[in-house]
């Protein structure tokens, strides 16, 4: 089975400034990925996502707007709402949300 790959059209205009992070990060969906993380995650980062929390939560529309895309997609049928979802998941385990 061939992995669906992410539809970012789907994503409102407004948040594809982070798109590039949730390529990057958004694959970290486990508990044991995110906890390797939070203890071997280069120190440049960890301030990359501290930038983007900060961002999106600065903006309160922002950080809602991304909370609410992945309350609308399906997970599983949308991997573009799903990496986001797991993006803002490692953001608050890494409590800068």
């Known amino acids: ?24 990060y958004g694959q970290l969906q486990f508990e ?9 995650g280069s120190d440049e980062a960890k301030q990359e ?3 983007l929390a900060k961002r999106l939560w600065e903006d309160t529309e922002d950080g809602h707007l991304a909370v609410e895309y992945t309350m609308r997609l399906s997970l599983v049928e949308h991997p573009e709402s799903a990496r986001i979802h797991f ?11």
């Open 1 to 24: 089975m061939t992995e669906r790959q992410p539809d970012w059209s789907t994503l409102p205009p407004e948040l594809t400034y982070i798109i590039p992070l949730a390529e990057k």
């Open 32 to 40: 044991d990925q995110i906890d390797d993380f939070i203890a071997n």
């Open 49 to 51: 996502l501290q930038n």
């Open 87 to 97: 993006l803002l998941t490692l953001l608050t385990e890494l409590g800068y949300s």
